[in-house]
C-alpha cells in the first residue's frame, strides 16, 4: 500500500490553470514574466553591444594590417634616407680631413 502512494504521488498531475491556487499565484508569475523579458532584452543588448565592439575591433585590426606595409616601406625608406645622408656626410668630412692634414705627394 505505501509503495502504491509513493508512486501515486510522484506522477500526480499538475492542477489546471483556472484553479485557486493558481490564480492566487498568477500575479507572481506574471511579474516573474516581466522580469524575465527584462532580463531577455537586457541580454540582447549586451550581446549587440559586443558584436559592434567586435566588428569596430575588426575594422581597426584590418586597417591597421593595411596600412603597416606603407609604414614599413616609410620605414625602410627613412632608413636608406638617413644612412645615405650619414655616408655622404662622413665621405665629405673625410675628404675635407684627408685635404686638411697635408697628405702631399712627395
Given amino acids: 500500500l505505501q ?3 509513493v508512486t501515486n504521488q510522484r506522477y500526480r498531475l499538475p492542477e489546471p490553470t483556472d484553479s485557486w491556487s493558481s ?3 498568477q500575479p507572481l508569475s ?3 514574466r516581466a522580469q524575465q523579458g527584462a532580463q531577455i532584452l537586457h541580454n540582447e543588448m549586451i550581446l549587440q553591444e ?3 565592439s567586435k566588428e ?3 575594422h581597426m585590426y584590418q586597417g591597421a594590417q ?3 606595409p606603407t609604414y614599413l ?3 625602410m625608406l627613412m632608413k636608406m634616407i638617413l644612412f645615405l645622408l650619414y655616408s655622404v656626410h662622413t665621405w665629405s668630412w673625410n675628404r675635407y680631413y684627408i685635404g686638411t692634414c697635408g697628405f702631399r705627394r712627395l
Avoid: S, V, W, Y
Fill in 3 to 5: 509503495n502504491q502512494q
Fill in 23 to 25: 490564480i492566487t499565484t
Fill in 73 to 75: 616601406m616609410d620605414g
Fill in 30 to 32: 506574471l511579474e516573474l
Fill in 56 to 58: 569596430c575591433r575588426i
Fill in 50 to 52: 559586443n558584436r559592434a
Fill in 66 to 68: 593595411n596600412k603597416a
